[in-house]
């Protein structure tokens, strides 16, 4: 280029009316009408064999505990270790947990995990792929169409490559939607991000058969069902911009932000790894580590069999919740303007302080004994909610390559002014879905849980 | 409020032309007229005794090296401490310094670096203080209208309460113009962030002596000498909001954060901490704690005597750098509109991986035997640049209160496009003052050299 180059514009204008007019294509798609997911699935579900069992520790291939750490670790070095994490959270007020250990996997690595688009007949699709878990409840669920860790891709466990990872890791291939680094969960990740990424492409992509073209509004429609949508897809998803083009808020992007500066600057969170085998409270058997009181999760491993992965047989530590969690936006209208309750939390695996969560995000069983005060705020009002307030209920699972049937069902909980005030308590903030989509352009702003929460939203699959 | 509280627009236009106002009002303003500063500046530094004489680390009163790990802490366990940092770093390609130890500074909690900003006749004015650090080559410098660690305001020195602190950490008292925590020298302080804020106020504000309202463009006008507007000043400053207005660029925002991504990606960073007695090639002597070859830094120790400070006498160890420092933007207009190009760089002390910085940010004279490949990109452009091609050019010094004598020189340097080509090498990227100040509403993308480049730039002391 020379010195009279031609610029272009910062923001991508049309982008928002394309992606709110594939959102409302809920019906079909190019390739398949939305009532016959279920046959093009079900045919994906009977080509793949896929098996999983439990095993105890010692029958890991590859695996074993460190000697002197007592660390769970590959003997490649690589993939992820389980080790102890040590949090201390200090601040003002001071926090209802100001200390913990627990076991915490680490996984330093950036995975990609990527959703290609291309346009067909005017309205955008996403190469959505059906993809085996060990961890997912039902093994098969609607992934991104790349998902794939560090390892992987650079081939550490010497199987193929992966599909289509070209479109992301080779500049020029596609115009970028979006790239972003987000975390994951910060109660059992240590400092995790993954690169979600959406591109488009104009050209012609070659098929295969565990893929399939969708508008967002198909895949909108399948959130609306449990544990289709798996994890991956679902922040990948929320990364996507605005599209609803809303300008106006209660607060304005610069006090959002001073909020959110505010709140890290008044926790401190010390989080500090330890050797697994010094976790107080944690103890291990030949099948898992257990709490003492058999709350949180546990860590377990299974033996995988499966013909449609890259290897067709390997064996893994996975971490098992004990209960299923709730995870929920309660929401408002403002000048018929809707906002979503967003509560910045702290996780002891977040790479810095907090982050923005759900309204709730919790176990509600360890909270059955507690009242009032003790209990996580808004709780109780999501629980008890009027079916007729509740727009979106669906159980989904989190990342199946690390969590065993790890269920948390999501809600949006549509509440009225007596029920949750225009000025919540301190740590909570009245926030647009657009001023959300904004703070996805960025990471760690707002964690795994309300992104699958936003992705619902985005992809018309809850209204709020 | 009621269910029919009324919105407001997720940005205030008008701010961008109100800043530009006050940065075209360079020759005088509300207190005083530019060309009377020196006189105001020297009644403040004559009304001020401040000595700083060098001590042996054994004259320091408080602090002392820990027992085991040679850690330089203070008594308290508050302040900051000296300690060790093991960096290695990875990714594709190889990177040029893949691991290395140095002494490091830990100074975990955030601080408030404020400046109030108030209107007189329908011109923003901004509070700044006339403050003595320790570290100053000149003691004496132009410093926000508030500069408090954590510790300061929390009363650990047991000394007198921060004038104008209320300001910014009572919400409410004014409007926020900016409010976000950004990183410091990543080569010096291990993951230090302040809280970098802007808050307008339309109320009167007391006066005192120490203090006075400039305009954004007298401050620009006092940049462009020598030591006069201090690192605190210069990094809150830069995270005002973009003035200009711009919104076209070579790249759009979206192609740049996704650069910035891949950036991130491509690079593995682990920092530990490590005792500072076992920093390898580094030596600790009555006086000082040098690296063998006696390049980069000293951490050294200084007694202070003062009577205008939260406390009249003090000691207490600063981090004093061997040689000045060069740091310059390379700028280019492309289709008429300024570009500069940024620098993707790894600090061991960041938070995470990679910060962008200027074009050139090194010490010169450690790069004297190298050739080719092996020097700092650009350097040598920027070094034999032809004046008529510099149109910045000053030395300022680091932050006086943690460092000695810590000298750069700033520059801008117009480059035409036989220097530089429209397609930089990896790790380079040409982006509009518009596109960082965009990136400076967030902590973690800019460092702080890059921003006092850009508080140049914002103020009008540099065209680019």
Same mark, same amino acid.
């Not at 926790?267 to 107080?280: K, M, N, S, T, W």
């Not at 989509?437 to 760690?444: D, K, V």
């Given at each position: 280029?020379?010195?009279?180059?031609?610029?272009?514009?910062?923001?991508?204008?049309?982008?928002?009316?394309?992606?709110?007019?594939?959102?409302?294509?809920?019906?079909?798609?190019?390739?398949?009408?939305?009532?016959?997911?279920?046959?093009?699935?079900?045919?994906?579900?009977?080509?793949?064999?896929?098996?999983?069992?439990?095993?105890?520790?010692?029958?890991?291939?590859?695996?074993?505990?460190?000697?002197?750490?007592?660390?769970? &670790?590959?003997?490649?070095?690589?993939?992820?270790?389980?080790?102890?994490?040590?949090?201390?959270?200090?601040?003002?007020?001071?926090?209802?947990?100001?200390?913990?250990?627990?076991?915490?996997?680490?996984?330093?690595?950036?995975?990609?995990?990527?959703?290609?688009?291309?346009?067909?007949?005017?309205?955008? +699709?996403?190469?959505?792929?059906?993809?085996?878990?060990?961890?997912?409840?039902?093994?098969?669920?609607?992934?991104?169409? &790349?998902?794939?860790?560090?390892?992987?891709?650079?081939?550490? +466990?010497?199987?193929?490559?992966?599909?289509?990872?070209?479109? !992301?890791?080779?500049?020029?291939?596609?115009? &970028?939607?979006?790239?972003?680094?987000?975390? #994951?969960?910060?109660?059992?990740?240590?400092?995790?991000?993954?690169?979600?990424?959406?591109?488009?492409?104009?050209?012609?992509?070659?098929?295969?058969?565990?893929?399939?073209?969708?508008?967002?509004?198909?895949?909108?429609?399948?959130?609306?069902?449990?544990?289709?949508?798996?994890?991956?897809?679902?922040?990948?998803?929320?990364?996507?911009?605005?599209?609803?083009?809303?300008?106006?808020a209660l607060?304005?992007?610069?006090?959002?932000?001073?909020?959110?500066?505010?709140?890290?600057?008044?926790?401190?969170?010390?989080?500090?790894?330890?050797?697994?085998?010094?976790?107080?409270?944690?103890?291990?058997?030949?099948?898992?580590?257990?709490?003492?009181?058999?709350?949180? !999760?546990?860590?377990?491993?299974?033996?995988?069999?499966?013909?449609?992965?890259?290897?067709?047989?390997?064996?893994?530590?996975?971490?098992?919740?004990?209960?299923?969690?709730?995870?929920?936006?309660?929401v408002r209208r403002f000048?018929?303007v809707p906002h979503i309750l967003?509560?910045?939390?702290?996780?002891?695996?977040?790479?810095?302080?907090? $982050?923005?969560?759900?309204?709730?995000?919790?176990?509600? $069983?360890?909270?059955? +004994?507690?009242?009032?005060?003790?209990?996580?705020?808004?709780?109780?009002?999501?629980?008890?909610?009027?079916?007729?307030?509740?727009?979106?209920?669906?159980?989904?699972?989190? #990342?199946?390559?690390?969590?065993?049937?790890? $269920?948390?069902?999501?809600?949006?909980?549509?509440?009225?002014?007596?029920?949750?005030?225009? $000025?919540?308590?301190?740590?909570?903030?009245w926030v647009t879905p657009?001023q959300?989509?904004?703070?996805?352009?960025?990471? +760690?702003?707002?964690?795994?849980?309300?992104?699958?929460?936003?992705?619902?939203?985005?992809?018309?699959?809850?209204?709020c």
């Amino acid at each position: 280029m020379s010195a009279d180059t031609t610029l272009g514009t910062r923001e991508d204008t049309a982008l928002p009316g394309r992606l709110a007019r594939s959102a409302s294509a809920a019906d079909e798609g190019t390739d398949l009408r939305t009532g016959d997911f279920d046959r093009w699935f079900a045919d994906r579900a009977a080509r793949h064999r896929f098996r999983v069992d439990r095993i105890p520790f010692a029958e890991l291939d590859d695996w074993s505990f460190e000697r002197g750490t007592g660390n769970l &670790v590959h003997r490649s070095g690589r993939f992820f270790t389980v080790e102890g994490l040590h949090v201390r959270v200090g601040g003002t007020p001071a926090p209802q947990f100001p200390e913990w250990q627990q076991p915490i996997i680490v996984q330093q690595e950036v995975g990609v995990l990527g959703i290609l688009a291309r346009e067909f007949g005017g309205v955008l +699709h996403f190469l959505m792929q059906a993809k085996m878990e060990p961890g997912n409840p039902n093994l098969l669920q609607l992934s991104p169409t &790349v998902q794939a860790t560090h390892s992987n891709y650079t081939k550490v +466990h010497r199987g193929a490559s992966v599909r289509y990872l070209d479109y !992301f890791l080779r500049s020029g291939r596609g115009r &970028v939607i979006a790239d972003v680094l987000q975390s #994951e969960h910060g109660s059992w990740f240590l400092r995790k991000v993954n690169r979600n990424m959406i591109v488009e492409v104009d050209e012609d992509v070659p098929p295969h058969e565990d893929f399939v073209w969708l508008t967002l509004g198909q895949i909108g429609a399948l959130l609306r069902r449990d544990n289709v949508v798996n994890m991956d897809a679902r922040t990948v998803l929320a990364c996507a911009p605005d599209l609803t083009g809303e300008t106006d808020a209660l607060h304005s992007d610069v006090s959002l932000l001073s909020w959110f500066t505010a709140e890290r600057s008044r926790h401190d969170v010390r989080a500090q790894r330890i050797p697994l085998a010094e976790v107080a409270g944690w103890h291990r058997g030949e099948w898992s580590i257990n709490h003492e009181r058999d709350h949180y !999760f546990q860590v377990m491993a299974v033996s995988v069999q499966a013909d449609s992965r890259e290897v067709s047989h390997w064996s893994q530590p996975l971490l098992e919740p004990i209960r299923q969690g709730v995870t929920a936006f309660v929401v408002r209208r403002f000048a018929g303007v809707p906002h979503i309750l967003v509560h910045a939390r702290v996780e002891g695996g977040f790479l810095d302080t907090v $982050e923005l969560g759900p309204t709730v995000q919790c176990t509600p $069983e360890y909270y059955d +004994h507690l009242r009032g005060d003790a209990r996580p705020a808004f709780l109780d009002l999501v629980m008890d909610a009027d079916p007729a307030q509740v727009t979106y209920t669906a159980v989904h699972s989190e #990342e199946g390559g690390r969590f065993l049937n790890a $269920e948390n069902r999501y809600l949006i909980v549509q509440a009225d002014p007596s029920q949750v005030p225009t $000025e919540p308590p301190p740590g909570y903030l009245w926030v647009t879905p657009a001023q959300l989509s904004s703070l996805l352009r960025h990471g +760690h702003y707002v964690n795994v849980q309300a992104r699958t929460l936003l992705a619902a939203i985005n992809s018309g699959a809850a209204s709020c």
